[in-house]
Each structure stands twice: as C-alpha cells, then as structure tokens.
C-alpha cells in the first residue's frame, strides 16, 4: 500500500527515486544531526511505549536514570565538600562542636565558599555526562539556544524576561507579607554585615542563575516533561527547585509554598520560549530586584535589622 507523501517523516518527503518512487531512507542532512531524530529518545521515557514527535527543545539523550545518578552524586558530593571544608575551618579556627555546627550554617563565607565549590562540581559533572559521554554540543543541547519571544530582537527578549523577573520578585514579596513568616528564617542569618551581603548577593547573581538554571531547566524538566507531558515536566521541576531552597527558608511554609511558585513560574518560561535563556534572565532579575531591594531598605548596607 502506498504511504501518502504528507504522512512520511519531514526527513524523507521529497527524497524520489527515478520512476516516481519515494525513498524510506533519511537524507545525509537529517543523518548527521544527533539531535534531530526523535529515535535518539529512549523507549523507556516514552510513556506506555508510545512513540510520537518530540518536540527539539526536549530531545535530551539523558533518561530518568541519569537524573537519578545525578542527584545521588549532588547530595554526596555536598556532604563530601560540607565535611571537608569543615574540618578544615575546626582546625584553623579551634571550634568546638556545636561551634562548629553554627558556623557552617551562619558564615556567609563558609556557605558561599561550600557552595561555589559544589556548583562548580555539579557542572563538571554535566559536562562529563552531556559532552564526553554523549559527545554533543554541551550548552546547546542543555537547552541554552538563542531566545525568541515574538518578534524581539534576542537583547529586547531577554530585557523582558529580566523585568518580568522584577515584576515576579514584587509580586513574592507582597504574598509573603500577606501570608506571614517567622521572626527569623535560616537565610536570614547570612544578611548580618556588609561583607555577608556581598557575598551572598554576588552568589545570587553572578552563580545561582546560570548553575540552578541548567540544572533544573536544562538537565530536568526534559526528561520529565517528554516522559509525563509538559504540564507535568513544568510542576514536578518547579516544586523540586522550591524543596531544594526549603532548608533556607525552614518555618517558612508560606514562603517555600512561594518559592515552589517562583519555580513553576520559571519552567513554564522554559516551556513556552524552549531555551534555557529565557529563565536564566528571569531569574537573573529576581534576584536582582531582591538583593536591590535589601540594599535600599538598609540604607546602602549600613543599618541591619539583626543587629
């Protein structure tokens, strides 16, 4: 039986053999893309067997076991670096336990240190994964492509995507005045003196974007999203980049409830534009707008409300 030309893959319509008849197999160009055929997508993250057209931005060559690999190597490594680095602050500075114990949760230095060896670590190790190991393009196929939002030029799409991380920063702020929070959150002893800030606020804006981005937005949600559906992908990556800020905000329900949104809202971005881009600005602005906020409201950073 005849197969109608309308119905055959876009990679083999057009490709005729002499007397009329159509050829099955792919043209060199669509061959030599990895990325471009949907069969590069593991059964095993099609739902019930199915196969269907994957759309480009989810056609990720990692699988539910990779994630899971991933997450078991975060954890340890943050306990392995945690240890480390704290047995070296024991000895430098003679702390007793539950000195000790203070001071790798309090010490801006400590924290920030801790966390930009392991999001230096985290990173590495997608590297190793996307690059080495599937020998592809690493950030193209993470998900960093050129953003487009509508008919803007990339530099006005991403100037919007950084003022509606402002306007989503306001908006988290006004709810959580509404809903009420503890007198103090576990972050909040990170925010104590000017060189605290700074560097907390230099880890929010210049790391925590492009890192949480990558991985959440990148490296999560299209697993999740090609496997369950992108309404799916986009509330099971959001509530994960919530529950992984919840030890900061400890007390807080209200205000992880809020952030688990903040994470919702960024991966529906991640959905509708297909780049990662598109949330690393938005996200960028969040913060942005946060830490401004802070500075104004303690007058450059000279009067704090915990002391």
Request: proline share 7%; net charge neutral.
């Amino acid at each position: 039986m005849n197969t109608p030309e309308n119905e055959l893959p876009e990679d083999v319509q057009g490709a005729e053999q002499p007397h009329g008849e159509v050829s099955l197999e792919p043209t060199p160009s669509a061959a030599s893309e990895p990325m471009a055929a949907p069969e590069s997508i593991s059964e095993a993250d099609r739902p019930g067997g199915l196969s269907y057209q994957v759309p480009e931005d989810l056609r990720a060559p990692w699988t539910w076991m990779d994630l899971l690999i991933f997450v078991l190597f975060g954890f340890g490594s943050l306990l392995v670096l945690t240890n480390v680095l704290a047995s070296i602050a024991a000895d430098l500075y003679h702390m007793s336990r539950p000195q000790l114990l203070q001071f790798v949760t309090t010490n801006a230095g400590f924290v920030t240190l801790r966390q930009t060896l392991w999001f230096a670590v985290m990173m590495g190790y997608l590297f190793l994964v996307v690059r080495v190991r599937q020998r592809v393009p690493f950030w193209k196929t993470i998900g960093w492509r050129e953003l487009r939002i509508g008919a803007l030029r990339p530099g006005g799409a991403a100037l919007l995507c950084v003022l509606g991380g402002f306007v989503l920063a306001i908006a988290v702020q006004i709810a959580s005045a509404l809903v009420g929070k503890p007198p103090q959150l576990p972050i909040e002893a990170l925010f104590r003196d000017r060189r605290s800030v700074l560097l907390v606020m230099s880890m929010g804006v210049l790391l925590a974007p492009v890192v949480e981005e990558t991985i959440f937005r990148g490296f999560i949600y299209p697993v999740a999203a090609r496997s369950f559906g992108v309404p799916f992908g986009i509330v099971f990556t959001g509530t994960l980049f919530g529950l992984l800020h919840a030890p900061q905000l400890w007390g807080g329900w209200g205000q992880i409830a809020l952030l688990i949104a903040v994470g919702i809202a960024f991966t529906t971005a991640r959905a509708r534009t297909g780049t990662v881009v598109a949330t690393y600005f938005l996200h960028l602005g969040y913060n942005t707008f946060l830490f401004l906020a802070f500075y104004f409201a303690t007058g450059g950073l000279r009067y704090f409300p915990n002391q």
